[in-house]
Nanobody, 124 residues
Framework: QVQLVESGGGLVQAGGSLRLSCAAS????????MAWFRQAPGKEREFVAA????????YYGDSVKGRFTISADNAKNTVYLQMNSLSSGDTAVYYC?????????????????WGHGTQVTVSS
């Protein structure tokens, strides 16, 4: 079993920044990648970013490229999402997810564990 706990969400003005954290515990030794997804009210869950756990490769959704950065501290079993130049379109619940094998990083069904999410609200 794996537990994922997100933190760092909150209310920020448009143009501002936030950094989200996701701490993983449990059976993490076989982790292939960790990712961030988001879901706005009335919309489908959307891929934001992913990072290969034992490597440096990163992947980003088109809507966040150049503004968001995913990073990780393997020693702390923690993945981060630095979000800059936020706009109202970034308002959503942000979820951390973990997968054990390679494949399509954007594919929700390929992730084995999910956190409960953290709310990010961007005011205009």
């Amino acid at each position: 079993q794996v537990q994922l706990v997100e933190s760092g969400g909150g209310l920020v003005q448009a143009g501002g920044s936030l950094r989200l954290s996701c701490a993983a515990s449990g059976r993490t030794v076989s982790t292939y990648a960790m990712a961030w997804f988001r879901q706005a009210p009335g919309k489908e869950r959307e891929f934001v970013a992913a990072r290969i756990w034992y490597g440096s490769a990163t992947y980003y959704g088109d809507s966040v490229k150049g503004r968001f950065t995913i990073s990780a501290d393997n020693a702390k079993n923690t993945v981060y999402l630095q979000m800059n130049s936020l706009s109202s379109g970034d308002t959503a619940v942000y979820y951390c997810a973990l997968r054990y094998y390679s494949g399509l990083m954007q594919a929700i069904r390929e992730y084995s564990y999910w956190g409960h999410g953290t709310q990010v609200t961007v005011s205009s």
